[in-house]
């Protein structure tokens, strides 16, 4: 099991940055890649943005260039950098932890607000 715990999320105005966090707990041994998506009300989950264990980064075609996903092992924590934040990236974001044995969870997910 792995508990995943986000932060950082808020109302910030167009143009602006936030970082959103998720702290992974529990069977951290295991944990293969960290990844965040997100959700509009109404639409399907996207990727915005996962990290490997190796670091091998991949991005959404709408964050690429603005957002930058990072990993810090020594507290199992993996990190979203959000700059240049446009109305259309409102979401609820959420945290995925894949495990090496394919078993994934998701974290409980934090709003991020872009006003224009």
């Known amino acids: 099991q792995v508990q995943l715990v986000e932060s950082g999320g808020g109302l910030v105005q167009a143009g602006g940055s936030l970082r959103l966090s998720c702290a992974a707990s529990g069977s951290v041994l295991s944990l293969d890649y960290m990844g965040w998506y997100r959700q509009i009300a109404g639409k399907q989950r996207e990727l915005v943005a996962h990290?490997?264990?190796?670091?091998?980064?991949k991005y959404g075609d709408s964050v690429k260039g603005r957002f930058t996903i990072s990993r810090d092992n020594a507290k199992n924590t993996a990190y979203l950098q959000m700059n240049s934040l446009k109305p259309e990236d409102t979401a609820v974001y959420y945290c995925?932890?894949?495990?090496?044995?394919?078993?994934?969870?998701w974290g409980q997910g934090t709003q991020v607000t872009v006003s224009s």
């Open positions: 995925k932890a894949l495990l090496r044995s394919g078993i994934y969870f």
């Open positions: 990290i490997t264990s190796g670091d091998s980064t």
